[in-house]
Nanobody
Framework: QVQLMESGGGLVQPGGSLRLSCAAS????????MYWVRQAPGKGLEWVSS???????LYTESAKGRFTISRDNAKNTLYLQMTSLKPEDTAVYYC????????RGKGTLVSVSS
């Protein structure tokens, strides 16, 4: 049974940083592309970033230069380091096994506000 558990969200001021983590279990984590998606208040799911099993990294345009995705296959853990956060980054962030977020965790809330 696939389980994905996000942590690390919180309230941060504009320009601040957060590091999200996602603990994965129930599948061979090291073999899969992994994804971060987010859902802002009142909006649909939005793809944020992806990382391949071999470490190829992709980002949505708004995340480039500010977010860094990484993974630790020994710990079955996915990360998203977020810097220079903006109010428009406010959302529930999910880690997912697919880019549409159909298999995802319960999410962690990131609120960017002064």
């Amino acid at each position: 049974q696939v389980q994905l558990m996000e942590s690390g969200g919180g309230l941060v001021q504009p320009g601040g940083s957060l590091r999200l983590s996602c603990a994965a279990s129930g599948f061979t984590f090291s073999s899969y592309w992994m994804y971060w998606v987010r859902q802002a208040p009142g909006k649909g799911l939005e793809w944020v970033s992806s990382i391949s099993a071999g470490g190829i990294k992709l980002y949505t345009e708004s995340a480039k230069g500010r977010f860094t995705i990484s993974r630790d296959n020994a710990k079955n853990t996915l990360y998203l380091q977020m810097t220079s956060l903006k109010p428009e980054d406010t959302a529930v962030y999910y880690c997912a096994k697919d880019s549409e977020g159909s298999v995802r965790g319960k999410g962690t809330l990131v609120s960017v506000s002064s």
